[in-house]
Each structure stands twice: as structure tokens, then as C-alpha cells.
């Protein structure tokens, strides 16, 4: 807790002491308009906001303390008057392994995309839904978009053939039920979004979590299109 007009901290807690890294009689001796990381965070900015609108404001904060701790914060800051003071009331949750949990998984996902962009076959993901996922940078060449505009669109509606759509969205929904087993190979046509249509050889896998629920489909495929026209030129030629 600290005084508005002054500053300064006339009350802490154990657990604001033991996630700055400092003791309590440190954190008294402080007054929040001097405190570095206040400023650097933007955190001091905040705070007086909410003494001049008298309201309350989360905010996540990833900083050094004063005392040399590497620590990120969320921090509830609320405006209260007792008598005629005006104080400001601090209070803080600890995320600093949520963030760093966070950045692990984002760091992962974007070495997966980087590997999936340099392979030589088209990459697609589907949820449990038929929707695009998961489009590495051979699928939106084969499929000729981009890959914001490929993203989240419904794979059997915007490039399955019609005359092979119904087919393929019913064998997929037997898939995600767990009524059908993927085939090793097969080739299904798809439609870029220029109209295209291109004959591709697919190997599919389930995606499943950890209760063994089939939660969507990646599949590798391969563009055969020129492949399947010389075979069709060479049965035509005997």
C-alpha cells in the first residue's frame, strides 16, 4: 500500500517481499515515483492513472527489481481513500514461469513452422472441424494463397473438387469419429483457389490428445499432377 500525495510505502506484505527479492524494511523505505522498474515498465504511469480516474488496472509487467530479480508480474493496482488520504493499493500474482511456459511453446511452434517450410511436401493440419490449421509454405504454393488467407477457411468446402467433396468430408468425419483407420497412400485431388485442380499423393496421421481422442489430421501430399498426366499419355501411346 502507498500514499498518494508522498509516495510512499506504508504497508507490504510476505509475498511482495519474497517476489521482489528484498525484505520488508527495504520495501517501506520506498516510494513508488522512484522506483526504476515503475518507470521502465510503465508501470509508474499506470498507477497514476488510476489515483486520477480513481478506478483499478491490471497490468503484466516482466522486470528487474531494485533488489536484482529477474521476475514477471501481474498487477492489480486500485485507488482507495482512507479519511482524507488517498492511497493507491498493490497487488501481484507471480507468472513469471506461466511467461516463460508461454515463450517455450511459441519458440517450439515456430521451429516446427520452419522446419514444415522447408520441406519438399505440402503440409496441411485440419481441427476436428475441417478447418486449416496448419498450412506450410508448399501447400500455399501448391494452393496458390497465402497463408492468412488459408488459415481457418474449411478444407473440403474451398479446395476439394465438388465432385469429390461429399466423399472426402464423410470419410473424413468417419476418421475423426474413429469409425475409419487412415490409408498409408492415396491420392486426392484438390482446387487452388484459381481453380486449378492438381492430383496429390497423401500420407495422413491422427492428431490426438492425451485421452486418445482423435482431435484433427495432418497430412503430407505431394503434387503427382504431372506425374498422373505422363502416365496417362504413356497408356494412351501403347
Request: proline share 1%; net charge positive.
Amino acid at each position: 500500500i502507498y500514499e498518494a500525495d508522498s509516495g510512499r510505502c506504508i504497508a507490504a506484505n510476505q509475498a511482495i517481499v519474497k517476489l521482489v527479492g528484498g525484505t520488508r524494511k527495504q520495501i517501506l523505505q520506498q516510494n513508488y515515483n522512484e522506483i526504476e522498474s515503475w518507470k521502465k515498465s510503465g508501470l509508474l504511469h499506470t498507477a497514476r492513472e488510476v489515483l486520477k480516474s480513481k478506478t483499478s488496472i491490471l497490468q503484466t509487467i516482466d522486470i528487474k527489481t531494485t533488489f536484482g530479480k529477474r521476475v514477471a508480474i501481474d498487477c492489480h493496482l486500485t485507488q482507495f481513500s482512507f479519511g482524507e488520504k488517498q492511497h493507491l493499493f498493490l497487488t501481484t500474482i507471480d507468472v513469471t514461469q506461466k511467461l516463460k511456459d508461454a515463450k517455450t511453446i511459441i519458440q517450439q511452434r515456430e521451429e516446427a513452422e520452419r522446419y514444415l517450410n522447408l520441406a519438399g511436401v505440402m503440409f496441411i493440419g485440419l481441427d476436428n472441424n475441417g478447418n486449416i490449421n496448419v498450412a506450410n509454405r508448399k501447400a500455399c504454393q501448391i494452393l496458390e494463397t497465402e497463408q492468412k488467407d488459408i488459415l481457418g477457411q474449411n478444407w473440403f468446402d474451398n479446395f476439394i473438387p465438388p465432385a469429390n467433396r461429399a466423399e472426402a468430408h464423410m470419410t473424413f468425419q468417419q476418421t475423426m469419429a474413429g469409425d475409419l483407420k487412415i490409408g498409408e497412400y492415396y491420392e486426392v485431388p484438390v482446387i487452388s483457389s484459381k481453380g486449378k485442380e492438381k492430383h496429390i499423393a497423401w500420407h495422413n496421421v491422427a492428431l490426438k490428445d492425451e485421452a486418445g481422442n482423435i482431435t484433427g489430421l495432418l497430412g503430407s501430399g505431394e503434387d503427382v499432377t504431372e506425374k498422373k498426366h505422363l502416365r496417362q499419355k504413356l497408356q494412351q501411346a501403347q
